[in-house]
């Protein structure tokens, strides 16, 4: 006769209700053109990782053009990758995508392997450093999308500045405008504005 299982008590019962239900990741955005357009891109459960939205996506890349052909490119704060892969995407000749996040950066790795992605790059790394590591004048877009509650912006875009080739562009994502004066301060100017939900979209140009 098998002895009867104990009843758990009060004590038990909280600590199973306490614990923490395995992630199931933030869903998903898809690359909106180009050889990869509708392929899905995973999401992880991450704080404060904010996927460029779609919408803002598209209108990039309409202000961008749809060919990227010969473009190096540096996505300095990957996250999902959905910048990078959309640049890659669109025939960028190689796009160096940089994360932090040992998991995202996995993550990233098996995107690029399952599209045979010859023309991505990825690393693990500081943004800001990456952007240093560029030589003066060498990119046709740097992509930056710091964390939000971070003080990140200044110093990314200085090192953008620098890197950033004489036709190219910088896009900036930030939680508010940027002023001309302060652009002007790093040698840039505002190309393109958009507002979307609590997001600022900034195409940005040498001075």
Same mark, same amino acid.
């Given at each position: ?9 009060? /004590?038990?019962?909280? !600590?199973?209700?306490?614990?923490? *239900?395995?992630?199931?990741? $933030? +869903?998903? @955005? #898809? =690359?909106?053109? &180009? ?66 996040? /040992?998991?995202?950066? !996995?993550?990233?790795?098996?995107? *690029?392997?399952?599209?045979? $992605? +010859?023309? @991505? #790059? =990825?690393?693990? &790394? ?82």
């Amino acid at each position: 006769m098998r002895p009867r299982s104990a009843t758990p008590g009060p /004590a038990a019962r909280k !600590a199973v209700a306490a614990k923490p *239900a395995p992630s199931r990741g $933030a +869903g998903e @955005v #898809r =690359i909106v053109g &180009g050889l990869w357009k509708r392929t899905r891109l995973p999401v992880a459960d991450r704080p404060g990782l904010r996927p460029t939205p779609d919408r803002v996506r598209e209108t990039l890349f309409n202000w961008l053009g749809q060919d990227l052909s010969g473009w190096q490119c540096l996505d300095a704060f990957a996250g999902t990758g959905a910048l990078g892969f959309e640049a890659a995407s669109r025939g960028a000749a190689q796009v160096l995508m940089n994360e932090a996040d /040992a998991g995202l950066v !996995a993550q990233l790795k098996a995107i *690029a392997a399952r599209l045979q $992605a +010859g023309n @991505v #790059r =990825i690393q693990r &790394g500081d943004g800001v450093a990456a952007l240093k590591q560029c030589a003066a004048g060498s990119m046709h877009l740097l992509l930056l999308d710091p964390p939000f509650g971070g003080a990140l912006f200044e110093p990314a875009l200085a090192a953008a500045a620098r890197a950033v080739a004489q036709d190219g562009f910088i896009y900036l994502e930030a939680p508010e405008q940027w002023s001309a004066d302060a652009l002007a301060a790093q040698g840039l100017r505002l190309h393109r504005h958009l507002k979307a939900g609590a997001v600022h979209a900034h195409l940005l140009v040498r001075a």
